[in-house]
């Protein structure tokens, strides 16, 4: 079975509001990295979030990572239509292994 | 640098057929690995590699082989093709001491290839 699972499968928002993407997974980590895809084409590296970090920012996005409750969040702040796209998140420990993801329509 | 190719970008099979999905990369990464993306299922961890001479299976290895002769190649083998193998395929590569999971970093990954199986 896959370790992370994603929460919601499918969002829609219109721009300018904020999406909030979930991420629950099993073991322990070393980190956790949030990617997106576009239409099928390969993943686009976004953030890392290291066990021993809470909350991370790059640009638009916002990251935290609770180890206790073995989740993560994912905060895309004023959105776009050009964010419309899948969000996966993988844990690494030992290997890397994604979640199912989150598929975000952003409505102009 | 061109980073994480694949070939071939698309390619049909009959079911018993083998066939190789070739993977290279040219930026010196001890860790790559195969997923498989199928709709609904995001992607799953066919094969890894944590350097050269050293693989370990993920979590859907059935009816896949893999090797890691040099660094930069990581080929993967379907040894009898099946319907249920119709995916997408993704290799991926990343920075990473073997014996340090904690520092794999961002993956880099390739543009993929759609295999049907009939």
């Not at chain 2, 190789?20 to 010196?28: I, K, Y």
């Not at chain 2, 090797?67 to 319907?83: G, I, K, M, Q, V």
Request: hydrophobic share 30%; aromatic share 8%; charged share 20%.
């Amino acid at each position: 079975s896959q370790q992370g699972e994603e929460d919601p499968q499918a969002l829609s928002i219109q721009e300018g509001e904020n999406a909030t993407m979930n991420c629950s997974y099993k073991t322990s980590i070393n980190n956790l990295q949030w990617y997106r895809q576009n239409s099928g084409r390969g993943l686009v590296h976004l953030i890392l979030i290291r066990s021993n970090e809470r909350e991370k920012h790059s640009g638009r996005l916002r990251v935290t990572l609770d180890t206790s409750k073995k989740s993560s969040s994912l905060l895309i702040t004023a959105s776009r239509a050009a964010d419309t796209a899948s969000y996966f998140c993988a844990t690494v420990y030992q290997k890397v292994t994604f979640g199912t993801g989150t598929k975000l329509q952003v409505i102009p | 640098n061109a980073g994480v190719t694949q070939t071939p970008k698309f390619q049909v099979l009959k079911t018993g057929q083998s066939m190789t999905l070739q993977c290279a990369q040219d930026m010196n990464h001890e860790y790559m690995s195969w997923y498989r993306q199928d709709p609904g299922m995001g992607l799953r961890l066919i094969h890894y590699s944590v350097g050269a001479g050293i693989t370990d299976q993920g979590e859907v290895p059935n009816g896949y082989n893999v090797s890691r002769s040099t660094t930069e190649d990581f080929p993967l083998r379907l040894l009898s093709a099946a319907p249920s193998q119709t995916s997408v395929y993704f290799c991926a590569s990343s920075r990473g001491r073997p014996k340090n999971p904690s520092s794999y970093n961002e993956q880099f990954f390739g543009p993929g290839t759609r295999l049907t199986v009939l």
